[in-house]
């Protein structure tokens, strides 16, 4: 009994660290919504997921290898050039990393161009996707975050005997999870809201999470580019990336106050 109340601690300790990046995502993704609906579209999404994640648990527990073993279609190559051997989990993963890059890099256009300067207009870009849309996007985009975590929560629940008991371990941990999801994403979004200048840090971490997760992918797909495999990010060096980047911001942003000083 005390094995497995450890097991369900650490499980929960894994998907809070592992759903920070999420909660960044949720955050920024919800303010495209119409703003009455921002903190009710983060409410939905996630309860949503909270649902589809255990419903993903039980497929993983029940079809691991299909996930795991590549297709015979989608593996060969070019003589020296590229190779490949794509599965289930591979394809999850780069195509999730693939759509991050494309919505941080685009959120970044947006913010540089000349029209994104004005508030205004970028309050009214943003709420031009509907909430439903902006719902969807946030429970695709939890689900592919969850892949990595429930994989490695079925590698954590190995040594439970019972698959059922294993099983509702896992379930209580994404419960519990989902609910500190709940109340931290409202937070973040207060604090970004009222800090904007630090969506700019926002965006660019939700920019290396998505390089993290096409590596990662990469990696799964055991894909070299002439000979040379695709090495994925670890998450020492993400959360290390991670702090580089807080740290320079903080001390950019300090140093322009001094500068502002001083001219004055």
Same mark, same amino acid.
Not at 155 to 174: D, K, N, P
Not at 231 to 236: A, E
Not at 241 to 258: E, M, N, P, S
């Given at each position: 009994?005390?094995?497995?109340?450890?097991?369900?601690?650490?499980?929960?300790?894994?998907? &809070?660290?592992?759903?920070?990046?999420?909660?960044?995502?949720?955050?920024?993704?919800?303010?495209?919504?119409?703003?009455?609906?921002?903190?009710?579209?983060?409410?939905?999404?996630?309860?949503?997921?909270?649902?589809?994640?255990?419903?993903?648990?039980?497929?993983?527990?029940?079809?691991?290898?299909?996930?795991?073993?590549?297709?015979?279609?989608?593996?060969?190559?070019?003589?020296?050039?590229?190779?490949?051997?794509?599965?289930?989990?591979?394809?999850? *993963?780069?195509?999730?990393?693939?759509?991050?890059?494309?919505? &941080?890099?685009?959120?970044?256009?947006?913010?540089?161009?000349?029209?994104?300067?004005?508030?205004?207009?970028?309050?009214?870009?943003?709420?031009?996707?509907?909430?439903?849309? *902006?719902?969807?996007?946030? *429970?695709?985009?939890?689900?592919?975050?969850?892949?990595?975590?429930?994989?490695?929560?079925?590698?954590?629940?190995?040594?439970?005997?019972?698959?059922?008991?294993?099983?509702?371990?896992?379930?209580? &941990?994404?419960?519990?999870?989902?609910?500190?999801?709940?109340?931290?994403?409202?937070?973040?979004?207060?604090?970004?809201?009222?800090?904007?200048?630090?969506?700019?840090?926002?965006?660019?971490?939700?920019?290396?999470?998505?390089?993290?997760?096409?590596?990662?992918?990469?990696?799964?797909?055991?894909?070299?580019?002439?000979?040379?495999?695709?090495?994925?990010?670890?998450?020492?060096?993400?959360?290390?990336?991670?702090?580089?980047?807080?740290?320079?911001?903080?001390?950019?942003?300090?140093?322009?106050?001094?500068?502002?000083?001083?001219?004055?």
């Amino acid at each position: 009994m005390l094995g497995i109340l450890f097991t369900l601690l650490m499980l929960i300790l894994l998907q &809070a660290v592992l759903g920070f990046d999420n909660l960044l995502y949720i955050s920024l993704e919800s303010k495209k919504a119409p703003e009455a609906d921002q903190k009710r579209v983060r409410k939905v999404g996630i309860l949503i997921a909270i649902v589809l994640r255990i419903v993903l648990l039980f497929i993983l527990v029940s079809i691991i290898e299909f996930f795991q073993e590549p297709f015979s279609f989608l593996t060969g190559g070019i003589k020296d050039v590229v190779h490949f051997a794509f599965n289930g989990h591979s394809i999850i *993963v780069l195509l999730g990393g693939g759509f991050i890059i494309y919505t &941080a890099i685009k959120e970044i256009w947006h913010m540089i161009s000349t029209k994104g300067l004005e508030v205004s207009d970028m309050a009214t870009d943003r709420s031009t996707k509907s909430s439903n849309a *902006v719902i969807t996007s946030i *429970v695709l985009m939890n689900l592919v975050f969850s892949f990595d975590s429930i994989l490695a929560a079925i590698g954590l629940t190995s040594e439970i005997e019972s698959s059922t008991t294993a099983f509702i371990v896992m379930a209580i &941990a994404i419960v519990i999870s989902g609910l500190l999801m709940l109340v931290m994403a409202d937070r973040i979004s207060t604090f970004l809201s009222k800090n904007r200048m630090y969506e700019v840090l926002g965006l660019f971490i939700l920019f290396i999470v998505g390089i993290m997760l096409v590596t990662e992918g990469g990696h799964l797909a055991h894909i070299k580019i002439f000979e040379e495999e695709i090495v994925p990010m670890s998450k020492t060096t993400f959360y290390f990336v991670l702090a580089i980047l807080i740290i320079v911001d903080v001390v950019q942003g300090r140093y322009q106050k001094k500068l502002a000083t001083e001219q004055k």
